[in-house]
């Protein structure tokens, strides 16, 4: 199977224009596949991803490259990406590259249970020595703390509902899988007689992932380490998937005294990229340059 298709590659490769001797700095390497983008072009990468299956992927079929000192991998949050940087050379670097959220690999792995279509544990770290568990959340938050996560992260109307039927629900039995969970939040758009396109359960789960993996935390720690390792006219590239990073990216990008915006309007996927990458209907990428 694809571990992942790289999303709005075009976009990505004109605005970080890759060239021999240029340096990057690909903190969420996935698959490798912008990577391998920006390596054909024989610029060097540095390439970071806090999930080690991520990382084993891209070394094995990337092995040539780090033999060869144009690739380095890390196992590593970004939001030590300044460190690592300079660390490892890519102090000053010509483009960072960030392309948030989770692989497909990761989602189309029903054990990592990320996804509501797959019938998984209900896992949902990224790093997998992360202490803690969407199932340590659905278990043993108080009712009112689930309520306010899956209403603040998944933007979810009926997060109380849902928090109520989590709550009754786990006092029979302990709820531990992804199909449970989504179940139980079927029933509660089921009495309310909502239907709807996106599947019910997307909100909660986005919301469960985010608080698992600190993700909004991590982007806004990572976002001001990065000017201080790209060289002038170095470029920074985000591609989020749902609002709370679009925003993120956004409040940065027009708070940051050291950048200049370069998309006033986030750039996104084609209709063709979408017929052939569904999971780039959401990509909103932006883009700034280091003063
Ligand atoms: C959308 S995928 C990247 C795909 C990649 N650009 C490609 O073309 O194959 C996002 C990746 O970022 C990683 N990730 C998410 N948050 C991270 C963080 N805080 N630090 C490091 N990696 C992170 C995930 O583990 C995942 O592998």
Redesign the pocket.
């Known amino acids: 199977m694809n571990?992942?298709?790289?999303?709005l590659?075009n976009a990505v490769l004109e605005i970080l224009d890759p060239a021999p001797g240029k340096k990057y700095i690909?903190?969420?390497?996935?698959?490798?596949?912008?990577?391998?983008e920006i390596l054909k072009r024989e610029a060097k990468v540095l390439g970071?991803?806090?999930?080690q299956e991520?990382v084993d992927h891209v070394s094995k079929y990337q092995v040539s490259s780090i033999k060869k000192g144009i690739l380095t991998v890390v196992k590593?949050?970004?939001?030590q990406i300044e460190e690592i940087a300079k660390e490892k050379g890519f102090g000053q670097a010509d483009g960072v590259?960030f392309?948030?959220?989770?692989?497909?690999?990761?989602l189309d792995k029903a054990e990592r249970g990320f996804s509501f279509q797959k019938e998984g544990a209900l896992d949902m770290r990224?790093?997998r020595d992360l202490p803690i568990l969407a199932s340590d959340i659905i278990n043993n938050f108080e009712e009112r703390r689930i309520d306010e996560i899956i209403q603040t992260y998944g933007q979810e109307k009926f997060s109380r509902s849902i928090a109520r039927a989590i709550n009754i629900a786990r006092q029979i039995k302990p709820i531990e899988t992804t199909t449970k969970l989504t179940e139980i939040i079927q029933e509660v758009y089921r009495k309310k007689n909502q239907k709807q396109k996106l599947n019910p359960a997307t909100r909660t789960f986005q919301a469960l992932r985010i608080v698992v993996?600190?993700?909004i935390l991590?982007?806004e720690e990572?976002m001001p380490q990065t000017t201080k390792i790209l060289k002038k006219g170095g470029r920074l590239v985000a591609?989020s998937?749902h609002s709370l990073e679009d925003r993120e990216v956004k409040r940065f990008f027009k708070t940051s005294q050291n950048l200049r915006v370069l998309t006033k309007k986030p750039i996104g996927p084609q209709p063709s990229e979408i017929m052939q990458n569904p999971r780039s209907r959401s990509a909103k990428l932006r883009a700034a340059e280091k003063l």
């Open positions: 571990y992942h298709t790289p999303v590659i690909d903190a969420t390497l996935g698959g490798g596949g912008h990577t391998t970071l991803d806090r999930d991520a590593a949050n970004f939001n590259l392309d948030l959220g989770v692989s497909s690999h990761q990224m790093d993996n600190s993700e991590n982007l990572s591609i998937y």
